[in-house]
């Protein structure tokens, strides 16, 4: 009988774990309250790390008022129940993602099932409870967990606890966050320095009360002693107990001498962490500056071809950033007054960082290795392929290998400089025709004129725009339906919304054909 009620038990918790774990709501909730609580890209992540920042201070500051001053039942009540409400909920949901109980239960029974073995729930239970547990046990949950204990303040005594939730800001206040895990990374060392701190600070206690136990009237124990030569090391020095005899000043000379040594140490430990983790807190910000753009280029690679890219007037003011695993060449970017960050990008977390979701994101391949613009080609199309991907190749022997990779455009500029050098020799007219034309002189410019849905251009036939009026020549017109460029179009073509003029003239006459074919200004300046 009893073994029958376990099995029909065990039977109910696997199906109730089985309809969770393939629940999509549940999944979509569960993934929610994640991107919420640790997604620092989720727009509402500062709202809410803002609120609870607040309620923390809040609640501090009545801790410290109620001192003095008898507070508001209303406000009384807001500490004591709002605040620990949130913090409870808060610990809950976090408790909550730290693992998949459900999904665990899932697959134990499945892993059973499969071999062929009866199903232990017990043991099955336990493995997720383990996980859970072991969340709990991090020092963040314990803080969060401390902090939820003022709720039950019929005891004083827990009134003490509201500084737990002084110490939630070190989840909440990035800054802090980031000095703690500047400390965490020279562990080693600051434990090292801590170990000898010690040693040395009840080494000189225990000496000076050996020596000076009975001489002293001011060491009445040991623990006077180790007070002593705490504030001796660390040169504080309060003046309320001193040495008498020569010996007990030779042990203050010293400890004072080696604290002065440890603090030095201390101090030069501190500052180098700081200042490695310096540039990785300004690459970071970089990062977080160019993901707030709409649109933005990722450059890979700081060569010749990229310096000449950024010499051009047009890329100057076109949001980007500057990846080059190389730290000489990503110094060289900054002092030219780039905004460079040394990063492989071929990596794929790499380009995983930045917000190629919600931006229009175009990637050039600048580097002077044909397999790494390939493999940058590769995870730039795995994570999106949207992506735009723009690379140089070294040879056309290796353009089909890009092309299969996903690149959208391949550039030779060996191969473009071989045919300049040839026109320039063979036909020096059309080749300043051309140089003046790509440089952008008084000559002529070729622009695009990309056609927007405010665009009065829409609907009409290429016939009846009057591009001479306006001293323009249209070139082509890159169809947005199937994708193809139609060169020098016939008048009955008809401009649909999508596609790309390309013209020819003066840039201010350009201009001014952009301006007056748009129905609301600023809608279709590119």
């Known amino acids: 009988m009893k073994k029958r009620l376990r099995e029909r038990i065990a ?28 997604n620092e890209r989720n727009p509402y992540k500062k709202l809410f790390d803002s609120f609870i920042v607040f309620l923390i201070l809040s609640s501090v500051f009545i801790l410290i008022w109620e001192v003095k001053h008898p507070l508001p039942v209303w406000l009384d009540y807001y500490d004591i129940y709002f605040v620990s409400l949130v913090f409870a909920v808060e610990y809950l949901l976090r408790l909550w993602i730290a693992s998949d109980f459900a999904g ?8 059973s099932v499969a071999v062929g073995r009866p199903f232990r729930l017990a043991k099955a239970l336990l493995k997720g409870v383990r996980k859970k547990v072991a969340y709990m046990l991090t020092p963040a949950a314990i ?62 206690a225990i000496a000076l009360y050996v020596l000076e136990d009975i001489h002293n009237p001011q060491i009445h124990g040991f623990f006077d002693a180790l007070y002593w ?5 660390t040169t504080v020095g309060y003046g309320d107990i001193t ?55 990722i450059v890979c690679g700081y060569g010749q071809m990229t310096k000449m890219f950024f010499r051009h007037s047009d890329a100057k003011n076109y949001p980007y ?129 990309r056609i927007h849905e405010h665009n009065a251009l829409i609907g009409k036939r290429a016939g009846e725009v009057d591009f001479r009026g306006f001293r323009l020549i249209l070139l082509g017109i890159l169809k947005s339906s199937d994708g193809t460029f ?17 013209v020819m003239g003066h840039r201010a006459n350009i201009e001014y054909f952009r301006e007056s074919s748009c129905l609301e200004e600023g809608k279709c300046l590119r």
């Open 11 to 38: 039977s109910w918790i696997v199906h109730w774990a089985i309809h969770l774990h393939r629940s999509g709501r549940v999944r979509r909730v569960k993934e929610r309250v994640r991107d919420l609580l640790e």
């Open 104 to 111: 665990d239960l899932v697959e134990e029974y499945e892993r």
């Open 143 to 204: 803080i969060d967990l401390l902090a939820i204990l003022p709720a039950y303040r019929p005891f004083r005594v827990l009134r003490i606890f509201v500084l737990f939730r002084f110490l939630k800001l070190l989840r909440y206040s990035r800054s802090i966050s980031q000095f703690v895990e500047v400390l965490a990374a020279k562990r080693f060392e600051l434990l090292t320095l801590l170990g000898l701190l010690v040693f040395v600070t009840v080494t000189g």
């Open 229 to 233: 030569s705490l504030v001796t090391i």
């Open 243 to 297: 040495p008498v005899s020569d010996m007990g000043r030779v042990i203050a000379i010293a400890i004072i001498l080696f604290g002065i040594a440890m603090i030095s140490f201390a101090t030069s430990v501190i500052v180098s962490a700081f200042s490695e983790k310096l540039t990785e807190l300004k690459e970071d910000r970089i990062v977080e500056e160019i993901n707030r753009k709409e649109e933005f280029l």
């Open 321 to 449: 950033i500057i990846l080059d695993k190389d730290p000489e060449r990503v110094q060289e970017a900054i002092h030219d007054g780039y905004d460079a960050i040394v990063d492989d990008a071929s990596r794929y977390a790499t380009l995983s960082r930045f917000n190629v979701k919600g931006s229009k994101v175009t990637v050039l391949c600048m580097t002077h290795n044909d397999v790494e613009n390939i493999y940058i080609t590769l995870n730039a199309k795995s994570i999106d392929p949207r992506i735009r991907v723009i690379a140089r190749a070294g040879s056309p022997a290796i353009v089909r290998k890009y092309e299969r990779a996903g690149a959208d455009h391949v550039l030779l500029p060996n191969q473009v400089a071989a045919t300049m050098m040839v026109t320039a020799i063979l036909k020096p007219t059309m080749y300043k025709a051309i140089h003046a034309i790509f440089t952008a002189q008084n000559v002529a410019l070729l622009d695009e004129i």
């Open 486 to 502: 139609l060169f020098n179009p016939g008048d009955d073509v008809v401009i649909e919304e999508g596609d790309v003029l390309l």
